[in-house]
């Protein structure tokens, strides 16, 4: 998995928080490790646009949410939708939507005032 990519919404990235992953059985090339990874909330309108995506190496998905590492670089993964949970890491999930997506995004609530 060295010096593989993984697809990144805007949103998590910027709010440097990953809530759902997804393992595509889909790559577009041999850089593409398959990893999908979403703040946790987005609708339709995100996912549909390619211009709320990013692309960023593995290794920096492992600093922005330590808890990947587990998943992301064991052979065990099967192509489906996992979702962090506080306790446990990340936990197989039968769809996108995550349970415990947070409520307010920081880096959203710096340019509409309510995060002060």
């Not at 993984?6 to 398959?34: E, M, P, W």
């Not at 909330?41 to 990947?68: G, N, Q, S, T, Y």
């Not at 939708?81 to 506080?86: I, N």
Request: net charge negative; aromatic share 12%; hydrophobic share 35%.
């Amino acid at each position: 998995m060295k010096d593989k990519m993984a697809v990144i919404t805007k949103r998590a990235y910027n709010a440097q928080h990953i809530g759902t992953i997804q393992l595509a059985d889909d790559c577009f090339d041999d850089k593409d490790s398959g990893w999908r990874l979403f703040y946790g909330d987005e609708d339709d309108h995100v996912l549909d646009r390619m211009e709320c995506f990013r692309i960023i190496a593995l290794e920096e998905a492992v600093k922005i949410c330590p808890e990947l590492e587990n998943i992301i670089y064991s052979d065990g993964a099967e192509h489906s939708y996992y979702h962090l949970s506080e306790n446990s890491g990340f936990q197989k999930g039968d769809s996108f939507n995550a349970p415990d997506a947070p409520d307010a995004d920081p880096f959203l609530s710096a340019f509409t005032g309510n995060g002060r």
